[in-house]
C-alpha cells in the first residue's frame, strides 16, 4: 500500500520544529476553521493567529480553536503581521515557517506538497502556486494581467522562472525565518518578499497547488486599492532592480 503523501511528509517532519503564521484581520467566520485544517494536517505544527487590529471576533476564535495569538495593536498590514510571525519563530528556535491565511483560501492539505522540497534540501523558500500543473485557478483578467505582470518582471530579476509572485501560500526553513524576521516589505508584500529572499542567499521553488475561493469576508484590495496595488508593487520592484551600493564606512 502506497503511503499517502501527506503522511510521508509528516513523518519526515519528527525532531523539526514547525510553525504555521496565520495572519488575520476581521476573519472571526473562517479562522478557527483554518487552525483546525492545520491541525488536522499535522498536530504538531504550533499555530499561531497574528490578529492585525481586528475589530471582530477573530482573536477569541482562534484562541477557541486552539491557536496561540498575536495582537497587534491596531491594524498595521500583512507585512507587519508577518514580520511579526517570523520574530516570534526566529526568537523561539523553529526550524520551518508556513504561512496560511485566514480567510480559508490556502488549503492546509496541501502543505506536504510545500514542504517536500525544503525537507529534500532543494530549497529554502517554497511558494505555492495557483498558475503551474491543472491550472484550475482562474482569476480575473485584470488581476491575472497583474499577477503574470509581476511575475514576468520578478523572473528576469532573480534569473529564474516563476509564476506566482503574489501567492501567500509558502514555507520557509530557518535560513529564511532568519531573512524575514529581519526583514519583510510592509505594504502588499508578497511580490517583493520574493526579491527580498533572493538578496538573503534564499533558494526559491514553487509547486503547484489547490487553492479555494474565500467563502466569507472580503479581500483587502479594492477596486480602487489594485490600482495602488499595481503602480505600488511595479515602483518597489524597479527600485529592486537597481544596482545594490555598498556601504562606506566612516
Do not use: C, W
Amino acid at each position: 500500500m502506497i503511503e499517502p503523501v501527506e503522511d510521508t511528509i509528516v513523518s519526515r517532519l519528527s525532531g523539526v520544529r514547525r510553525i504555521a503564521i496565520v495572519p488575520a484581520l476581521n476573519e472571526a467566520e473562517t479562522v478557527a476553521s483554518v487552525v483546525s485544517e492545520i491541525r488536522s494536517f499535522d498536530p504538531d505544527f504550533e499555530v499561531v493567529v497574528v490578529d492585525d487590529g481586528s475589530t471582530d471576533d477573530t482573536a477569541e476564535r482562534a484562541l477557541e480553536a486552539g491557536a496561540k495569538v498575536l495582537r497587534l495593536p491596531l491594524n498595521l498590514g500583512i507585512g507587519a503581521a508577518m514580520q511579526a510571525g517570523y520574530l516570534y519563530a526566529l526568537e523561539r528556535g523553529f526550524d520551518i515557517a508556513v504561512q496560511v491565511d485566514g480567510d480559508g483560501q490556502h488549503d492546509p492539505r496541501e502543505l506536504g506538497r510545500i514542504l517536500e522540497p525544503m525537507l529534500d534540501g532543494r530549497a529554502d523558500m517554497v511558494i505555492g502556486t495557483r498558475f503551474a500543473g491543472a491550472r484550475t485557478y482562474r482569476a480575473p483578467i485584470a488581476r491575472s494581467m497583474g499577477i503574470r505582470l509581476f511575475a514576468a518582471i520578478v523572473s528576469l530579476r532573480v534569473r529564474q522562472r516563476m509564476t506566482d509572485t503574489t501567492s501567500g501560500f509558502r514555507a520557509v526553513n530557518r535560513r529564511g525565518i532568519h531573512v524575514f524576521a529581519g526583514q519583510y516589505p510592509h505594504d502588499y508584500p508578497e511580490v517583493e518578499t520574493v526579491v527580498t529572499a533572493v538578496r538573503g542567499g534564499l533558494r526559491i521553488a514553487e509547486v503547484p497547488v489547490e487553492m479555494r475561493l474565500r467563502s466569507a469576508g472580503r479581500s483587502s484590495i479594492t477596486n480602487v486599492g489594485s490600482v495602488y496595488y499595481v503602480l505600488k508593487v511595479l515602483l518597489a520592484l524597479f527600485i529592486g532592480l537597481l544596482p545594490q551600493g555598498k556601504v562606506v564606512k566612516r
